[in-house]
């Protein structure tokens, strides 16, 4: 897959990036617009309660020294101490992983969200290219860990009014160390975001996953364009309150399920439940979706106190439910999460095992 990641680059300073185009599938053609807004939005988000295995795979830095390292991890605490329902794990083997982590050449990038899923088990998915022990090397650490948890660019949100003074913006990007051609910039800066994608319905100037521009290249609003957008170097309110959204706090232990009992799952875009399942006897089971619903479901065991997926069924954009036929074996825990995409008929989603 090298080649054609969904990659977000951070070329710095100054610090402006590069986004290819993701490599999830397009919602299928003639999907009701709400069904398809709402594959695109949740498509490269996590199910609530996922454990991020991340790996490094240079332990020197990149020559820079432990510091690089200490640095991610002091941006992964600062995301999971916000009481968010993901967790962080760090990991010497890269096949054990889903994050890995490097510290070569002159850019930074980052993997969107689930996206890291298509890369090679033993390629980056998140790259640093400078120092991140001052302030704007933890920004960008930030910055980068936030893409690994789903998040676009905030300059490209459509609901910020932005007009770009479009000649000097292509003017001042294809200047080193960016070196943009004009399809580039635009993909990239011009661009506005699919408004299915983007959390919330206001522009957060102050946002980790803002980037800096200075006075003169937007046209529109006129704060922007006498003063610029300065380098955030922190996480803002909007940031903490969008990612409590995605990934609010575990209950302490999900509600059992007994076999043949249905269970109505959430009624809005984006809401998930979690359930555990003990089974009575080892046997192949079938765990199942019902009603006119697009859901994604997944299958952990956990072993040792630790989650470890088994399968999982994703059927947005599809005419079916989701079913997992699997052996679960007696003695044994197993949680079932399942995130809502969309309801698009007259029968509610619920979820059943026997």
Request: glycine share 8%; net charge negative.
């Amino acid at each position: 897959m090298a080649g054609v990641r969904s990659t977000v680059a951070d070329y710095g300073p100054p610090r402006y990036c590069s986004q290819k185009p993701s490599l999830r599938p397009a919602p299928a053609p003639g999907l009701a617009p709400h069904r398809a807004h709402a594959i695109i939005a949740i498509g490269n988000k996590w199910l609530n309660g996922t454990v991020l295995r991340y790996c490094f795979l240079d332990s020197t830095g990149g020559g820079r020294g432990p510091g690089q390292l200490d640095a991610v991890r002091a941006a992964l605490r600062e995301w999971k101490d916000l009481g968010i329902g993901l967790d962080f794990k760090e990991v010497d083997d890269s096949s054990e992983s889903e994050v890995r982590i490097d510290f070569q050449g002159r850019f930074s990038e980052s993997v969107v969200g689930t996206d890291v899923l298509q890369v090679g088990q033993h390629e980056a998915t998140t790259n640093f290219g400078w120092d991140l022990t001052d302030a704007v090397g933890h920004a960008t650490a930030l910055h980068e860990t936030g893409h690994v948890l789903g998040f676009d660019h905030e300059h490209q949100n459509p609901n910020a009014g932005i007009e770009w003074e479009e000649e000097k913006v292509y003017a001042a990007l294809a200047l080193p160390p960016n070196e943009w051609d004009r399809e580039t910039t635009f993909f990239n800066i011009i661009r506005k975001l699919d408004p299915a994608t983007v959390s919330g319905s206001v522009f957060d100037a102050d946002s980790i996953m803002e980037y800096p521009f200075p006075p003169g290249l937007i046209k529109r609003p006129k704060k922007y364009r006498i003063e610029g957008i300065p380098d955030p170097l922190s996480l803002s309110a909007f940031d903490k309150d969008m990612v409590q959204q995605w990934y609010p706090t575990l209950v302490a232990r999900p509600r059992h399920l007994e076999p043949r009992e249905s269970v109505a799952l959430p009624k809005h875009s984006g809401g998930q439940s979690d359930f555990e399942i003990t089974p009575a006897e080892s046997r192949k089971y079938a765990l199942a979706t019902f009603g006119d619903a697009d859901v994604v479901m997944a299958l952990f065991e956990r072993v040792n106190g630790d989650l470890r997926y088994v399968t999982a069924d994703d059927d947005s954009g599809q005419d079916r439910n989701g079913r997992l036929d699997v052996k679960l074996f007696k003695g044994r825990t197993y949680v079932v999460r399942a995130r809502l995409y969309s309801t698009w008929g007259s029968s509610e989603a619920a979820l059943m095992y026997w």
